[in-house]
């Protein structure tokens, strides 16, 4: 339907413009003709896209139920510093939201509240309620699961259990109204609410695309450029890994070792144990990726194209040229948040 209206218009437009002797002058039509083959081209690669890619589900799953009043709560207490042992540490001092920032801090590894040394890049918390891997060892399955850990974690906020979370949040008055508004059945301050506000917060953070919008069916809602990239993220592979609409965030994937990464952390090991999983992380999504370096598990690659030049010692076909690498990256801004980034 959207294919054949297009059509028309762009019929119309082609039409208009060849009979207007002003603009015969400005264009051979030649060169009309090149673009309009590219704009139709551009309607096989939305259907391919829409296909080997898919769209995002509107609605983020878990979500249906979360309220207004939740999110509010959630995102005080994701805010909060008094909650971590020495009132310096929130969780949005690793997971940064305001500017552009969409939950990363920037840091190849984030530092705790006492300044103590983490292993691992800091995701992205925008879009998470679409995981179903939590971690870059997938060691959790649900946000729920996840909520609470950073309080008690000793490289992270450090308290020392969570009824000092709940002591902290007792003292302070504010919280006593925002718990009732948020859970009005059960209105308490205690660890369900506060892992439920955590996870709703977190579950309202999607990102806006113009490569959404794109596969979603407006084929001018990304550059000529930005569908060169496209089509060769289709044909290089990339979708083995980063595959589904968080173009990632599944597939666990052995690193190469060619590269000199930080030989202490076995990944997916040290939850599971079995000697197979030693060195595999989880595939990253690459939503905002434009937004959030530096790369990898560790944060050991600072540019986005260095990430994609390390992606020869995947599973690409053939060697990936730089030109190659400069139309991806020209592509993977495509999948930034709308707010968060100028267009
Ligand atoms: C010291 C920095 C730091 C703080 C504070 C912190 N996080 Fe994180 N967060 C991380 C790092 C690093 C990871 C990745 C850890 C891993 O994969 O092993 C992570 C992972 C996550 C993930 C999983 C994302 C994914 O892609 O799987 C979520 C969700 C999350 N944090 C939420 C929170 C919440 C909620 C808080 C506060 C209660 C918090 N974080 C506090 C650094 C931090
Ligand atoms: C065999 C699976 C696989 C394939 C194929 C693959 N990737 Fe990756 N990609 C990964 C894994 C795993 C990581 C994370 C590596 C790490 O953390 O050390 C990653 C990381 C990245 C990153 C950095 C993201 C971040 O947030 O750290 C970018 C960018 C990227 N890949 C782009 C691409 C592109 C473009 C292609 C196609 C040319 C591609 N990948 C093909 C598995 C794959």
């Not at 598990?297 to 190659?324: C, F, K, Q, W």
Request: hydrophobic share 35%.
């Amino acid at each position: 339907m959207n294919r054949f209206f297009f059509l028309l218009i762009l019929i119309f437009l082609f039409q208009c413009k060849v009979d207007n002797p002003l603009n015969a002058e400005k264009k051979s039509n030649n060169e009309e003709i090149l673009s309009l083959t590219f704009i139709l081209a551009g309607f096989d690669l939305q259907e391919e896209a829409r296909n080997k890619i898919g769209l995002l589900s509107q609605v983020v799953p878990g979500s249906e139920n979360d309220t207004r009043e939740q999110i509010v709560l959630g995102e005080k207490i994701f805010r909060d510093t008094s909650l971590s042992l020495n009132s310096v540490q929130s969780c949005s001092t690793c997971h940064l939201l305001n500017g552009r920032n969409v939950g990363t801090d920037g840091q190849a590894t984030s530092l705790g509240t006492f300044g103590q040394s983490g292993k691992r890049n800091t995701p992205s918390i925008f879009n998470v309620g679409y995981l179903k891997t939590i971690f870059w060892d997938g060691r959790k399955s649900t946000l729920s699961e996840q909520a609470l850990l950073p309080f008690v974690d000793a490289s992270e906020m450090a308290l020392g259990s969570t009824s000092d979370l709940l002591d902290r949040l007792n003292a302070k008055t504010e919280y006593a109204s925002l718990f009732s508004a948020a859970f009005p059945k059960n209105p308490t301050i205690q660890l369900t609410n506060v892992n439920d506000a955590i996870t709703a917060f977190e579950r309202s953070l999607v990102s806006k695309t113009r490569f959404d919008d794109f596969i979603g069916g407006n084929p001018f809602a990304i550059t000529l450029q930005e569908k060169e990239g496209l089509r060769l993220f289709l044909n290089l592979n990339c979708i083995n890994c980063h595959d589904g609409p968080m173009l990632g965030g599944k597939k666990f994937v052995k690193l190469d070792s060619k590269y000199n990464y930080n030989k202490n952390d076995l990944g997916r090991f040290e939850f599971t144990g079995v000697e197979a999983d030693k060195y595999f992380f989880r595939t990253p999504s690459l939503r905002n990726v434009e937004i959030t370096p530096p790369y990898f598990h560790d944060g050991s690659v600072r540019t986005l194209e260095e990430a994609i030049r390390r992606m020869n010692e995947y599973e690409a076909p053939r060697t990936i040229t730089e030109a190659e690498i400069a139309s991806l990256a020209t592509f993977l801004k495509s999948l930034s948040d709308k707010s968060k980034v100028n267009f």
